[in-house]
C-alpha cells in the first residue's frame, strides 16, 4: 500500500529531524517575530495570548497531525496526496481541490509576507550600517514611515526576496535548507533569548508580562478571537498544504504525534519570547503597543539605538528575521512546486513562475495598503481556518478510522481517540463557532 510509494522522485527528509527543522523553520517566521506581538497589541494583551494558545491546543495541533499524516500517506503533493486518498477512501476526488486552493493561498501570503520581510532586509542594511543609531524614538518612528513612502526600496528588497525564496526552492528540498535551518533556527533560538535577557534589564519587564498575561475577558470581541484563530494556523503553516507538502517527504513510519508537539512547542515558545524582548522595551520607551505592523521596526530599533553593542545586535536580528522569514517562504512555494512538477513543469520553471506571480502581487500590495491589509486578513482569517475544517473533516470523517490509526502511528489508543475527537468535533466546531461568532450571527 502507501507505504511502498516513495515520495516524489523519491525525495525524503534525511531523518525525522530535519523534518522537524523544515517543519519548524516553516512555521517559525514573520507570524512570531512580527506579526504575534503586534496583533496582541491591537487586540489588547493577555485575553487575546490565551485565545490563541487554546486554539493551537485545541485546533491547531490536532489539524497539524492530520496534515503530515496526508502528506505522509499520499506521498505526493496536497492537491495529489489529497485526491488520491480520497479515492482511496471511496470519496470524491474533488477533495484535491483542497490542495489546489492551499496553492492559491500560500501565493496570497507570499504577496505581503515578502514585503515585510523586504523590510527586515532593509533594516539588515540600515543597523550594519548604523542609519538609526543616532535617532531618538520618534525620529526612528519616522524613519520607518520613509521606508513606507518609498516604493522603490521596498520594491528592491521585495524583489531580492523573492529571488533568494526561488533560488533555494528551485534548487530543491532536500538540498540546503535541512542544513540551513539545522544552524540558523538555533541561533535564532539564542539571539532571542539574548534580547530577552536585553529587554529584562533594560526594559519594563513587569508591565510587559502583565500586558501580555494579565487577562481582561472583556476587551476579546469577536473580531479578536478570529484573529487569534486566524494566527494559530498562520503561525502554525497549517490550512494551506505546507506542511502537508513537507509531511509528503517524511522518513519511515514513526509516530507523528510527538513530533508535531514538538514544531508546535517551539513555535509557541519563540512566539511567547519574541512578545518578551518586544513590550518590555515598548513600555519603558513610553510606545503604545498598538501601534501595528511598524512596532517591530520601531520598538527594536530604538532598543538598538541606545544599546552598547547595538549595531551589532541590531545586525544579527534583522538578519535572523530575514533568515526566519526564508526559511517560511520557501513553504508557500513548495506545495505549488511540487504540484506544478508533478504535472510536467520542470521544478526551476515552476518555482520561477510562481514566485514571479507573487512578486507581481507583492508590488501591488506596496503601492496599496488596502491590498496588502485584505491580503493578510483574507488568508490568515479565513483562507487557512477554512482549509483546516476541510482538512479536519477530511480525516476525521471521510478516511476511514483503521486506515488512519494506522498512518499515524499514534501507538497509545486513549491518545488516538482523543486526537481524532478533537479533529472530529472540537475543531470543526470550533473554527465554525468561531466563524459565525466574528460575524454576529453567533453570541455568547
Ligand atoms: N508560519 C509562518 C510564520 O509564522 C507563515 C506561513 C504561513 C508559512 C503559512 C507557510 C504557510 O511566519
Given at each position: 500500500m502507501s507505504k511502498a510509494l516513495t515520495a516524489p522522485e523519491g525525495v525524503t527528509w534525511k531523518s525525522r529531524w530535519t523534518f522537524i527543522l523544515a517543519a519548524t523553520g516553516s512555521a517559525v517566521g514573520l507570524g512570531n517575530i512580527w506579526k504575534f506581538p503586534y496583533i496582541t497589541g491591537e487586540y489588547g494583551g493577555g485575553a487575546f495570548v490565551l485565545t490563541y494558545l487554546a486554539c493551537i491546543l485545541m485546533i491547531g495541533i490536532p489539524v497539524m497531525i492530520a496534515e503530515v499524516m496526508i502528506g505522509r500517506a499520499g506521498r505526493s503533493n496536497p492537491a495529489d496526496a489529497m485526491s488520491r486518498l480520497a479515492k482511496e477512501s471511496k470519496r470524491s476526488s474533488y477533495w484535491g481541490l483542497v490542495g489546489v486552493a492551499g496553492v492559491l493561498s500560500g501565493l496570497m501570503i507570499m504577496m505581503f509576507y515578502s514585503v515585510v520581510a523586504g523590510w527586515a532586509l532593509d533594516y539588515v542594511a540600515q543597523s550594519a550600517s548604523g542609519a538609526y543609531s543616532d535617532l531618538d524614538a520618534e525620529q526612528i518612528e519616522s524613519n520607518f514611515g520613509q521606508l513606507l513612502a518609498s516604493n522603490g526600496q521596498q520594491l528592491l528588497w521585495h524583489s531580492v526576496f523573492c529571488l533568494l525564496t526561488a533560488s533555494v526552492v528551485a534548487a530543491g528540498v532536500t538540498k540546503g535548507i535541512g542544513k540551513a535551518v539545522d544552524i540558523l533556527m538555533p541561533m535564532l533560538f539564542v539571539c532571542l533569548l539574548l534580547l530577552v535577557g536585553y529587554s529584562a534589564i533594560n526594559g519594563d519587564f513587569a508591565a510587559g508580562l502583565h500586558f501580555m498575561f494579565d487577562t481582561d475577558f472583556s476587551r476579546l470581541n469577536g473580531e479578536a478571537i478570529l484573529v487569534a484563530m486566524g494566527h494559530a494556523f498562520f503561525t502554525l503553516s497549517l490550512g494551506m498544504g505546507a506542511i502537508m507538502a513537507y509531511g509528503a517527504y517524511f522518513?519511515?513510519?514513526?509516530?507523528?504525534g510527538k513530533t508535531v508537539l514538538t514544531i508546535a512547542a517551539l513555535d509557541t515558545v519563540i512566539a511567547l519570547l519574541a512578545g518578551m524582548a518586544m513590550f518590555p522595551l515598548v513600555f519603558a520607551n513610553d510606545l503604545v503597543p498598538g501601534q501595528g505592523p511598524g512596532l517591530m521596526f520601531v520598538t527594536l530599533p530604538i532598543a538598538f539605538s541606545n544599546m552598547s553593542g547595538g549595531l551589532f545586535f541590531g545586525t544579527l536580528f534583522f538578519t535572523l528575521v530575514s533568515i526566519a522569514a526564508l526559511s517560511s517562504s520557501i513553504s508557500l512555494i513548495e506545495p505549488g512546486v511540487a504540484w506544478l512538477e508533478r504535472h510536467g513543469f520542470n521544478r526551476p520553471l515552476a518555482t520561477f513562475g510562481l514566485a514571479g506571480t507573487a512578486w507581481l502581487g507583492g508590488i501591488a500590495s506596496i503601492h496599496y495598503e488596502a491590498v496588502f491589509n485584505a491580503l493578510d486578513y483574507l488568508t490568515a482569517n479565513v483562507m487557512l481556518p477554512l482549509g483546516g475544517l476541510l482538512i479536519a473533516i477530511f480525516v476525521g470523517w471521510q478516511m476511514p478510522a483503521p486506515r488512519v490509526l494506522d498512518e499515524t502511528g499514534i501507538v497509545s489508543s486513549r491518545v488516538f481517540s482523543a486526537w481524532r475527537f478533537l479533529l472530529r468535533y472540537i475543531a470543526p466546531l470550533g473554527i465554525i463557532a468561531v466563524f459565525l461568532h466574528s460575524l454576529g450571527l453567533l453570541t455568547w
Open positions: 522518513p519511515g513510519h514513526s509516530s507523528i
